[in-house]
Nanobody, 125 residues
Framework: QVQLVESGGGLVQAGGSLRLSCAASGRAFSSRTMGWFRQPPGKEREFLTTISWSGHNTYYADSVKGRFTISRDNAKNTVYLQMISLKPEDTAVYYC??????????????????WGQGTQVTVSS
């Protein structure tokens, strides 16, 4: 069992930065691939990035590559999403997720077993 709580969202001007945190409880955290997704108003949930259990492997959607950076600290049971050069189109509810033990597509929300409640990020122009 893994419980996830996101924090760090808020209102920021275009071009600004934010760092999101996702605190996990449960011993399974360090063995799970972790991902970040977002859901803009009226749209479907969108994959952003994922990081392997060791932190050595990361993968990004083209829409955020070069602007967003995922990292994790297994000692603190926390995964982070550093976001720079934010744009109004980045406005969304941001979710972290812990993968299933076995999965095929790391960008598919169905590959993730546990989800946080989400944190709102609003980027003003």
């Amino acid at each position: 069992q893994v419980q996830l709580v996101e924090s760090g969202g808020g209102l920021v001007q275009a071009g600004g930065s934010l760092r999101l945190s996702c605190a996990a409880s449960g011993r399974a955290f360090s063995s799970r691939t972790m991902g970040w997704f977002r859901q803009p108003p009226g749209k479907e949930r969108e994959f952003l990035t994922t990081i392997s259990w060791s932190g050595h492997n990361t993968y990004y959607a083209d829409s955020v590559k070069g602007r967003f950076t995922i990292s994790r600290d297994n000692a603190k049971n926390t995964v982070y999403l550093q976001m720079i050069s934010l744009k109004p189109e980045d406005t969304a509810v941001y979710y972290c997720a812990a993968s299933r033990i076995y999965y095929s597509d790391r960008s598919d929300p169905r590959s993730y077993e546990y989800w946080g409640q989400g944190t709102q990020v609003t980027v003003s122009s």
